[in-house]
């Protein structure tokens, strides 16, 4: 369990885990409560950015406390370690991308080192554990040998892979390094009726481009909502850095208009509108609003709060979990919404 944060601590993780909020804020704060932050951030996620903001600010600010030192110089090898991993991750990543494209197996990278490079002025705010590559279904045999002849080795069930549209591959010689094989974004078979994020649907949202900020919000919306049933702040400040990327009415219509047409118009209204609520950020709380709400949008944004995120890990957990299970039962339940395209 997580050290409990007061109201005022809870602000200022938020401040904290914005890429975009000043580094100054929270100056003069005791040991243990930054401390409590550090630990709250690196559950959350967002601990490499807390890190940088401090390192911003200099040593010279921080409370003369020889736990808290030894601690944050702990922390900090380890962002350096999670930053070479991501390289290591990238590397391989782009050599099976490479083997895909001379088989003629199209297909994408998605979410971590794209959300870094395109969404966050500093690259190493969003480090990642994993490589995510999207094919259509019918590439997702060709693009299984292929991972496989590039040195890694299947770690999920075959079956339940295929059922999940999810595999998962691990590298011989070294098992930290994780590819996931995707045919499709939504995952939960009893969800997939309602709404897909797939390689042709991300295709259309693009209209020819390449990872528009529309087609990086839809994914960001459809992990936080769809995959992870918001387990950490990260998540939503994925979300949060989607909405700053969206700049121009033209590209807010895209956004709606790929709601419309995967079908994640319920996890639209309700990410975006916890995400402006937790960050203070009128535009995503707008942009969910443009949504007609039903029963199934207003009972979700009933159970999904900030209070809700933010203590997932405490004492708080069990009405936290059983909030985020309802969610996903309104998710299942939830009619699909007629799309003339």
Known sequence: MLPPLSPAEEKLLLDFADPEAPADRGRNLAASSLKALLANAEFHGVLPIMLRKLRERGDADLPQDAALQQKLAALRDQATIATGQSMLLQYHGDRIMKALAAKGVAARVVKGPVFARKLYRHAADRPYTDIDILVDPAGIGAANTTIAECGFELASGEA?????????????????????????????????RRLSLGFHELQAIDGGEADTPAALLTIAIVHAAGGHKFHRLQLCVDVLQGVRALRSPEAEARLLEAARMTGIELELATVLNVTGRLFDEPRAIALANRIKPDLSIRLAKWLITGNMLLRVNSREKMRSRLSRDAFRWIQRLARPRPYLA
Do not use: A, P
Request: hydrophobic share 35%.
């Open 160 to 192: 339940q892979s295929h059922e999940l549209q999810e595999f998962k591959w691990l590298e011989k010689e070294n098992s930290s390094l994780l590819i996931e094989l995707h045919g499709n974004l939504v995952h939960d078979t009893g969800m997939r």
